[in-house]
């Protein structure tokens, strides 16, 4: 049996083969053994879910969120729309309604 090779975007060993492609349990990531893996560039945030992320998309709250300089949280299950990835501590940046321009941590959303 040959080795298989890791996920290009996650490089994860776990790899399997399903059919003709090759697939990673921990991304999602499917690709062909055949053509050459295409690498991305900068940064991947992943979600509570360890989806991966990108500009646009939405994302849910697992968990009720406090905010600073108010007494209100951000509740579980508050979706969140058209959100935007940085490269910092706080991954997330985003317009909550009812709260404006925030910041989230992606650990604490899973991708809708």
């Not at 600073?68 to 910092?88: C, E, H, P, W």
Request: proline share 5%; charged share 25%.
């Amino acid at each position: 049996m040959s080795e298989l090779l890791p996920c290009p975007i996650c490089q994860s060993p776990y790899t399997y083969e399903l059919d003709s492609k090759l697939v990673c349990p921990e991304c999602g990531n499917e690709w062909s053994a055949a053509e050459e893996p295409a690498v991305e560039e900068g940064f991947v945030v992943k979600d509570s879910n360890r989806h991966i992320l990108a500009n646009g998309d939405s994302a849910v709250t697992i968990k009720n969120l406090p905010v600073k300089g108010t007494s209100q949280s951000i509740k579980a299950g508050t979706k969140v729309r058209n959100i935007r990835l940085v490269d910092s501590d706080h991954n997330i940046d985003c317009k909550i309604e009812g709260f404006g321009a925030m910041a989230l941590k992606s650990e604490f959303v899973k991708k809708a």
